[in-house]
Nanobody, 123 residues
Framework: VQLVESGGGLVQPGGSLRLSCAAS????????MGWFRQAPGKEREEISC????????AYADSVKGRFTISRDNAKNTLYLQMNSLKPEDTAMYYC?????????????????WSQGTQVTVSL
């Protein structure tokens, strides 16, 4: 199982970024998927997840209305469109498989490792 995140960078407050997560070694279209982030000195925050079909999606309150998760099952790729970015969104962002998705909660699988992609929101 390999997950490779990309698309991070430095952006000004109010700006946008689109993160991608390319999966290999397994068929990600058969798995629920999600994004979490971790900033230095802060707890891991699970921010969004999407079901296999894309029919069920959940967001953390901190990103609701600003971030949009999507997936392209034909490309084995997960996306996170981030708009209206704030300095508090600064973190390393990771994707993972998710064992279950409800409209209110994501149940992440943390057995794998990936490098993540850094998002920095600053003037």
């Amino acid at each position: 199982v390999q997950l490779v995140e990309s698309g991070g960078g430095l952006v000004q407050p109010g700006g946008s970024l689109r993160l991608s997560c390319a999966a290999s070694g397994f068929t990600s279209r058969n798995y629920h998927m999600g994004w979490f982030r971790q900033a230095p000195g802060k707890e891991r925050e699970e921010i969004s997840c999407i079901s296999v079909s894309g029919g069920t999606i959940a967001y953390a309150d901190s990103v609701k209305g600003r971030f949009t998760i999507s997936r392209d099952n034909a490309k084995n790729t997960l996306y996170l469109q981030m708009n209206s970015l704030k300095p508090e969104d600064t973190a390393m962002y990771y994707c993972r498989t998710v064992s279950a998705v409800t409209s209110a909660r994501c149940y992440f699988d943390y057995g794998s490792w990936s490098q993540g992609t850094q998002v920095t929101v600053s003037l």
